[in-house]
DNA sequence: CTGTTAGCGCGTTCAC
DNA sequence: GTGAACGCGCTAACAG
């Protein structure tokens, strides 16, 4: 038992086991060149000290990194990027290395300070969905060897490794399929068009309408719900018009949440049916979408792979010696599930 | 624009602003005993390299802390467990600090390996939610004068600060409503026994059954289901009874959203209609619970408060000055929300 | 096989 | 107001 809490240092470990520091280092980076008694001697002394190598001290000798991935996150409380981090930690402790995470609340500025901080931590390396449209920042971390992954959102002005969905392609494989079934007036729910995303997926809406050379309606169009609750009062909104749609396409799943709720709602105190309201298409699967009042599809994708990809991408430029390698941005595919049961 | 990607040093700068390290290191520490003019030829240089401190070097030196948060979670994807990481996260960095976010997966060697890489990295103090039964890491880190907190679980042959839940009270009380509501058969599905909320869960459910005399009947209890899957195995084998249960006590989400999936998928190819099937009590609330096609209450939580409890009980031991004081045994209370809509 | 020297980036201490 | 020296914990490089 310690006397006075304190952490042993490599002097302590070297003292108890009569040996000097080198040859604790020595021992604790594989014993070569130490005698087998004298190892057990010092793993010895480890034990009883409790000892571990100061990270710290260790990173900032040359050559050496920290072993920290810098996390920077939307929102951690979402599913779905939580499942995305789960995701990068799994692929990062394969390596030895851990995650600093940071909360970014899609503040820009929050972001710039969490990556200025990261870089002061010594990071290896960051993996952020960005939250603003600038880049200096990230450039700036770039500039100085340390290597920046994208995910879920591409920034412009910066060249960087990025892992993106097919964010075009589902919305519009997604609104073909409405209209396939044949539908003709198609609502939309979405973020707001500057978040990287929200546009894509937008566009993706809009080119399988003009494509089917349905008119767009700019009525039928809400995009710049973030949260749930501004997603039903979007919803309530469209219900609510002389015309409403016969669908709704949903560009993410905080917006389907809330189309859900606000339907499942007015079927409960109201005196419609369910067939009285739209169907719906969901960018993002979510739990319990088959407990839908109304039939739901979803544009599904895995977050969790997002993060495996986006940390690999990570962990190829710092390991994989290739650091100059030409830019990479990879496009995961989506998948249509119709009418989840 | 740096020619070869390098992480400038105080030397660089001091170097460029024609002054020494001793100066630039003064400026960035508030600026005492630095004339203004000097400050600004310092700040341009510290600009104009992009210069970070390097905390990691500062942190070696004695006096100084990472400023680093050792965070230990069982499952991050679960959406509980990242609103808590949130809490945590927010609370962190009103002071300045970041957390080092690792996943247990539930596994004790995980997380003793966890741990040790904490301390190797010098964290202030550490959050955990024990996946284990034993202490003996967590015992370690505080004998080195690292701080515990304990969230949401408790384990036994340690003292540290804990926060939890009040989960006898909350499943008493929630089973006590099914009682009230006419229920004398009432399933349980559960987590396993050996962890601490799987335990302190099922005694306020037994609890409330013995005081009113209901006869516990052992095979209306499911106790190991640890996912959604698993929740709905339970739930089948419990609703396939000859005599099956008319309200079952869910002792978390996993196990309350595999109920609602089971009954909703019964539901929807069989002849029963909702009536046929036992109401739901839910210890802790989920996203679209109400949804579900048969009644359920709910035994509601905040996690983020949770999580911002712990961040605050670690951060008063580590700034409050107190670091000697008693230990703190929060537990916070529960509400329990009947029949949501 | 083992120990000594030196220095990573930084800031306290002490001179000037 | 400013700078030089020293040492934090650790380990390559160089003795021995």
Same mark, same amino acid.
Not at 20 to 46: C, I
Not at 92 to 97: C, D, E, S, V
Not at 151 to 172: F, K, M, N, P
Not at 319 to 324: A, R
């Given at each position: 038992?310690?006397?006075?809490?304190?952490?042993?240092?490599?002097?302590? %470990?070297?003292?108890?086991?009569?040996?000097?520091?080198?040859?604790?280092?020595?021992?604790?980076?594989?014993?070569?060149?130490?005698?087998? !008694?004298?190892?057990?001697?010092?793993?010895?002394?480890?034990?009883?000290?409790?000892?571990?190598?100061?990270?710290?001290?260790?990173?900032?000798?040359?050559?050496?990194?920290?072993?920290?991935?810098?996390?920077?996150?939307?929102?951690?409380?979402?599913?779905?990027?939580?499942?995305?981090?789960?995701?990068?930690?799994?692929?990062?402790?394969?390596?030895?290395?851990?995650?600093?995470?940071?909360?970014?609340?899609?503040?820009?500025? *929050?972001?710039?300070?969490?990556?200025? !901080?990261?870089?002061?931590?010594?990071?290896?390396?960051?993996? %952020?969905?960005?939250?603003?449209?600038?880049?200096?920042?990230?450039?700036?971390?770039?500039?100085?060897? %340390?290597? %920046?992954?994208?995910?879920?959102? *591409?920034?412009?002005?910066?060249?960087?490794?990025?892992?993106?969905?097919?964010?075009?392609?589902?919305?519009?494989?997604?609104?073909?399929?409405?209209?396939?079934?044949?539908?003709?007036?198609?609502?939309?729910?979405?973020?707001?068009?500057?978040?990287?995303?929200?546009?894509?997926?937008?566009?993706?809406?809009?080119?399988?309408?003009?494509?089917?050379?349905?008119?767009?309606?700019?009525?039928?169009?809400?995009?710049?719900?973030?949260?749930?609750?501004?997603?039903?009062?979007?919803? *309530?909104?469209?219900?609510?018009?002389?015309?409403?749609?016969?669908?709704?396409?949903?560009?993410?799943?905080?917006?389907?949440?809330?189309?859900?709720?606000?339907?499942?709602?007015?079927?409960?105190?109201?005196?419609?049916?369910?067939? !009285?309201?739209?169907?719906?298409?969901?960018?993002?699967?979510?739990?319990?979408?088959?407990?839908?009042?109304?039939?739901?599809?979803?544009?599904?994708?895995?977050?969790?792979?997002?993060?495996?990809?986006?940390?690999?991408?990570?962990?190829?430029?710092?390991?994989?010696?290739?650091?100059?390698?030409?830019?990479?941005?990879?496009?995961?595919?989506?998948?249509?599930?119709?009418?989840?049961?």
């Amino acid at each position: 038992m310690a006397e006075k809490p304190h952490r042993p240092t490599v002097k302590e %470990v070297a003292q108890r086991a009569g040996v000097s520091p080198m040859t604790v280092s020595r021992t604790l980076s594989g014993g070569v060149n130490v005698k087998p !008694d004298v190892q057990q001697r010092v793993m010895d002394a480890v034990a009883e000290l409790g000892y571990h190598r100061n990270e710290n001290a260790r990173s900032i000798r040359p050559g050496h990194s920290s072993g920290l991935i810098g996390v920077a996150i939307t929102n951690i409380a979402n599913p779905y990027y939580s499942t995305f981090a789960l995701g990068v930690e799994e692929e990062a402790a394969l390596t030895g290395r851990r995650i600093l995470l940071g909360n970014t609340s899609e503040d820009p500025g *929050r972001e710039a300070e969490l990556v200025g !901080d990261f870089l002061g931590r010594r990071v290896d390396g960051l993996i %952020v969905v960005p939250a603003s449209s600038t880049s200096g920042h990230l450039a700036h971390s770039q500039s100085q060897g %340390v290597p %920046v992954v994208l995910a879920s959102r *591409r920034v412009d002005g910066i060249e960087a490794d990025s892992v993106v969905l097919a964010d075009d392609d589902g919305a519009y494989r997604g609104t073909i399929a409405l209209i396939d079934a044949g539908h003709t007036r198609i609502g939309y729910l979405g973020n707001t068009l500057s978040i990287f995303t929200g546009e894509r997926r937008h566009a993706g809406f809009i080119r399988a309408l003009e494509e089917r050379g349905i008119k767009v309606e700019p009525a039928l169009i809400a995009a710049g719900q973030q949260t749930v609750d501004q997603a039903r009062d979007a919803t *309530r909104a469209l219900l609510g018009m002389k015309n409403p749609p016969t669908a709704i396409f949903c560009a993410n799943n905080r917006n389907a949440i809330g189309a859900v709720k606000e339907i499942s709602q007015q079927l409960h105190v109201g005196i419609k049916t369910a067939t !009285d309201f739209p169907e719906l298409m969901s960018f993002d699967d979510f739990e319990l979408a088959e407990l839908s009042p109304v039939p739901i599809s979803v544009i599904d994708h895995d977050p969790r792979e997002l993060g495996r990809t986006a940390a690999r991408m990570l962990l190829d430029r710092l390991d994989g010696g290739d650091e100059d390698a030409a830019v990479r941005e990879i496009e995961l595919p989506v998948s249509l599930r119709m009418h989840v049961r």
